[in-house]
Every structure is written in structure tokens, then in C-alpha cells.
């Protein structure tokens, strides 16, 4: 990410979600998130977008290219996978990146090889890094200018409740089980 991109941020409630958007801000970046419903919306500004997008009820590539006058964005972040991967091709600007690290509604997604050439986009598969790369992103994490964000905390003995609270998709971070 450059000073001044624009990044596109899926599942903002979402454990990658919430760490792009903190990491595209710290790079200075505007940023545009997705959630559901407006409670998460407000959590996701709270973290740092600029703008956010109802996945749910909103066309997420017609948004996008009205945040941006037409243009697109000039990073995605995608780890949802099938359910949104033709939406987040949409939303790139030419020259675009997507970054994709999962794929939650599945992995076989497909795409126009002639966009993909004639738009310039590159697509880059992230899984995992580096023990230097880690150090690097602890360095922030030390400053607190990367934050985890925890939803709740749940004893063992509520692994139920957890999982409900994951499968109703109520949770805005990461929902922890302890022993």
C-alpha cells in the first residue's frame, strides 16, 4: 500500500477485515469497508474507514465506484472468497491489487483473463508470512497502533454460545475461547 490509495476492506467485523482497514490507515490510505448492518458500519469507522458499505444491501462495486468518482480502488482485500469475489474484481481501478488470503464461501472463483490483462490488475495470493514479517507488523502492534480487536470471551464451558454467536454472524473481531 502507497500513502493516499484507496483500499477496499471486506468483512470489516471480520478478523482480516479489521486488521486491513488499521494497516491501510496507518499507510495513509482512504478506506472503504464493507459490514452488515449499521452497528458494525459504525464499529468499522470507529476503527478507521472512511467510508462503509452494507454488504447486504447495497451493490458493493456500484458503491465503490461512486466513492471514488468511477474509478475504483487500488487495493482489495478480499478473503471471503466466491460470494464476493466478481464484486471486488468490479471495484479495482486500473492497475489495481487484489489481495486475497481466503476464501470462506468457497475457493473456485472465476475471471476474465482479458480484464485481468487489459485493466493492468494484479492479483497476489497472501498465506501466512515471513518471521521477519511478523517482527515488522509487532513493531506496530508495540506502539498500539495495531489493535486486536476481541468481540468477547468465552470459558470453555460456552463453546455453544460461541459458535452461535460466529453462525448468527452477531460478533464485530474475533470471538476467543479460553480453557
Not at 458503491?63 to 471471503?80: A, C, F, M
Not at 469475489?85 to 486500473?94: Q, R
Request: aromatic share 6%; hydrophobic share 40%.
Amino acid at each position: 500500500m502507497q500513502p493516499g490509495e484507496d483500499v477496499l476492506a471486506l468483512a470489516a467485523s471480520s478478523g482480516v477485515g479489521s486488521a486491513a482497514i488499521q494497516i491501510a490507515r496507518l499507510f495513509q490510505c482512504r478506506v472503504i469497508a464493507t459490514a452488515g448492518g449499521e452497528e458494525k458500519m459504525a464499529k468499522a469507522r470507529e476503527l478507521g474507514a472512511d467510508h462503509t458499505i452494507d454488504h447486504y444491501r447495497q451493490d458493493l462495486s456500484a458503491e465503490v465506484k461512486k466513492l471514488t468518482g468511477k474509478r475504483g480502488v487500488d487495493v482489495v482485500v478480499e478473503h471471503v472468497g466466491v460470494a464476493t469475489w466478481p464484486k471486488s474484481l468490479e471495484s479495482l481501478a486500473p492497475a489495481g491489487r487484489l489481495v486475497t488470503c481466503g476464501a470462506t464461501t468457497g475457493f473456485d472463483a472465476s475471471l476474465d483473463l482479458r480484464y485481468l490483462f487489459s485493466k493492468q490488475w494484479s492479483l497476489l495470493g497472501s498465506f501466512m508470512g515471513s518471521m521477519g514479517e511478523l517482527h515488522r507488523v509487532l513493531k506496530f502492534v508495540f506502539r498500539k497502533q495495531l489493535k486486536p480487536v476481541i468481540d468477547r470471551v468465552y470459558p470453555l464451558a460456552e463453546l455453544r454460545a460461541a459458535h452461535q454467536r460466529l453462525q448468527n454472524r452477531e460478533h464485530f473481531g474475533k470471538v476467543i475461547v479460553q480453557p
